[in-house]
């Protein structure tokens, strides 16, 4: 990724200003025409069916949720507990339990992704494996929880939200929504588990990776997707080597890729 997109949004670069209205579009077009739709459309990314009710993120339009989806399925999660946070219409928790997740909590502010991630538990065939509950953050999970893999691809950008939708798109002034995003993560980590993270390059990259650092993780890139205007970021979080121990481990591996690290 590009220093520029480390430092966060851009702001002395030539195509500021064009960037930033063209944002400023496609929030409006995609609040206005898909997470404000009145009906539940259904779509496919990839293997997996997905049916979309109104306000929920939609994994069929916005890319971010496709490249997540497909990351976790390269994962041999066989055995492992998840949880994912922001789920939206559950795709990224049903990517880790068709990847083997035994058990995978899927957390939404939204009533709406939650019933959504239930029901595509169910035409997916992996109701037994989804816990789907309406939380803000971790505040659903109890404390004594511990996940191996804790998944979340947050709102990329800072700003009041209008509605129940515009959470997927904004978390709050300064991201406050997120302040305590990787505390509780960091609480809620097993011994040796990460968390995925996926980020925009608009995101306040560089004030979300300070937040990530202060609750004790260390930060590392493991895969990107450019599109005109915009990069995705997938980033893998451990908790710090002195904070656990001193016992250094391997990220989790790729299904049948024996002792290697993920390729990327
Ligand atoms: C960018 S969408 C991602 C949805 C889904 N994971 C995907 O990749 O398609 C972010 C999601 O996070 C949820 N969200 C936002 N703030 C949240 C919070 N404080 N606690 C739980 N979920 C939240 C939104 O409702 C939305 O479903």
Redesign the pocket.
Known sequence: MTDSALRGPATTDRYSLPRTLFRKFVHWASHTFILSSKRTRRTRVGDVVLDVPPS??H?GV?V??GM??AHLRRLDLRGKCAV??????G??ALSAALAGAERVVA????PN?VHAARINAATNGVADRIDARL???FSAVAAEERFDLII?????FAGEPVD?AD???V?GPGYC??RNLFGSARRHLATGGEMLL?LSSDTNIALLKAWAQEAGFSWQQVAEKSILIESFVIFRLQANVSERGGADRQPLETAGSGSGPLSL
């Open positions: 929920v993120f994994p916005f971010t949720s997540f989806a994912e946070v922001g789920t939206g219409s795709i990224l957390l939404d502010i939204n992704a939380s803000n953050l979340s691809s947050p709102p990329s129940i959470h997927a798109w978390a929504h997120l996926l």
